[in-house]
């Protein structure tokens, strides 16, 4: 496969096109973590957090196999990642069902949000390099990662303001966006080659 990284063999099992759909569905249900800023109702909280972070687990094995051939250290550290901010996210919505209502705001303004980061900029880059989206969603998302970073850096010095609060809609938009390409259009056809390819 020299000069050609760009290329993803399909994997075993689901389909390439089962595979993008379902990512699709995860990216959406991922969000549905942010229902629980609007209600008090701790069973609410829970099972969204629950469902969330099982969203985010189910979107990297997902991808692994995809992006697996072309860079297995990026798609290591990238699996590791989202199964961890998916496991805190578990975790979350368990303490607050348990009453610890303040563990949950600091897991995820402390702990979460690093692993969310982490996990974004090698899924972009892991994106851009096997070209299963346009280019142009992987460029997006990198920008959008970089101006999370700027404002959680920002963060530690006490610094907001609600022009960079409003950033978080490049990283919201990219992956409502992508969610919806996946699911209508699936992993592009090029990227894709059958395991018993000769190269």
Do not use: K
């Not at 399909?10 to 229902?35: C, D, E, K, P």
């Not at 798609?75 to 975790?91: D, F, Q, T």
């Not at 949950?104 to 989206?133: K, M, N, P, W």
Request: aromatic share 14%.
């Amino acid at each position: 496969m020299s000069g050609r990284t760009a290329i993803t063999r399909v994997t075993a099992g689901l389909s390439s096109r089962t595979r993008a759909t379902l990512a699709g569905v995860f990216i959406l249900t991922a969000y549905l973590m942010l229902i629980a800023e609007a209600t008090d109702s701790a069973a609410v909280v829970f099972l969204v957090d629950a469902v969330s972070g099982l969203s985010v687990i189910g979107i990297a094995v997902l991808l692994y196999p995809m992006f697996r051939p072309s860079s297995p250290i990026a798609s290591g550290i990238y699996l590791g990642a989202r199964v961890l901010e998916g496991a805190i996210m578990i975790a979350a919505g368990t303490l607050f069902l348990a009453g610890q209502t303040g563990v949950r705001s600091d897991l995820y303004e402390h702990v979460h949000i690093y692993c969310f980061i982490i996990g974004a900029a090698f899924l972009y880059y892991l994106l851009y390099q096997t070209a299963l989206v346009p280019r142009f969603i992987a460029i997006w998302g990198f920008v959008a990662v970089g101006f999370l970073v700027l404002t959680t850096v920002l963060s530690w010095f006490d610094y907001g303001s609600p022009w960079l609060d409003a950033t978080l809609v490049l990283m919201i938009g990219n992956e409502v966006f992508m969610a919806i390409w996946l699911m209508a259009r699936g992993f592009t056809a090029t990227a894709l080659v059958p395991d018993d390819a000769p190269w």
